[in-house]
């Protein structure tokens, strides 16, 4: 079946821009998690969305990031006043959902580069 | 805070020999452990993950960890490898009650002829 997918595969912006970036997860995949992989911090948690319940912020760097996540499926991510320290690659994962940690699929990534 | 540790941040190693990745993670919880795999400009795999039971985990492409409780360690072997198997590696650690995944900083395996 369909993995995660990501777009744009690859996104160049202007600082100060906003940009969005999607996610859509597999097929019945209650959970959907944000991650970013730069050079500088490795690969860090962003955000976690399960089912209908309040989302964990906790790993948003600034209040410049944002996302939401459209019935129950598809998730944007949104990085406004973009700066050059957003550059990285954003991952998306999603996995069945919560209790044990189920195996979290990955998408290919959309790599964000501020100019 | 809980946090995972990859202490080599590249292996260099000849074809079709053993290769040992380490890695190691601090948490006063228990854990569940992860090893995902990363080819150039691709997604993350899963390559295998201990959840509970055996301590010794096997994964795909031949790989195998083992969960050592003790040394607070879940270090990656494969007894032969190939070139096809450069890539990056990170382990990763869940924690109860948690479902976001903890990162250590990656180790690049690098198979040569």
């Known amino acids: 079946g369909a993995g995660v997918s990501q777009s744009p595969s690859n996104k160049v912006t202007e600082k100060g821009k906003d940009v969005e970036l999607r996610c859509d997860p597999i097929?019945?995949?209650?959970?959907l998690y944000w991650y970013r992989q730069s050079l500088g911090q490795g690969l860090e948690f962003l955000i976690y969305?399960?089912?209908?319940?309040?989302?964990?912020k906790s790993g948003l760097p600034s209040d410049r990031f944002s996302a939401e996540r459209t019935g129950g499926s598809v998730s944007t991510l949104t990085i406004q006043r973009t700066q050059q320290e957003d550059s990285a690659v954003y991952l998306c994962?999603?996995?069945?959902?919560?209790?044990?940690?189920?195996?979290?699929?990955f998408g290919p990534g959309t790599r964000l580069t501020v100019t | 805070a809980q946090s995972v540790t990859q202490l080599d941040s590249q292996v260099p190693v000849f074809e079709e020999a053993p290769v040992e990745l380490r890695c190691n993670y601090s948490?006063?919880?228990?854990?569940?452990l992860f090893w995902y795999v990363q080819y150039p400009n691709q997604g993350l795999q899963l390559l295998l993950k201990?959840?509970?039971?055996?301590?010794l985990v096997k994964g795909i492409n031949g790989f195998e960890a083992e969960f050592n409780k003790s040394q607070t360690s879940f270090h990656l072997r494969k007894p032969s490898v190939h070139i096809s198997d450069t890539a990056e590696y990170f382990c990763?650690?869940?924690?109860?009650?948690?479902?976001?995944?903890?990162f250590g900083t990656g180790t690049r395996l690098l198979v040569s002829p």
């Open positions: 994962a999603s996995s069945q959902g919560q209790g044990n940690p189920y195996e979290q699929y």
């Open positions: 097929s019945g995949h209650t959970a």
């Open positions: 969305f399960q089912g209908n319940s309040a989302p964990d």
């Open positions: 948490s006063s919880v228990s854990v569940y």
């Open positions: 201990y959840l509970s039971g055996s301590t």
């Open positions: 990763a650690v869940t924690f109860t009650g948690f479902q976001k995944l903890v």
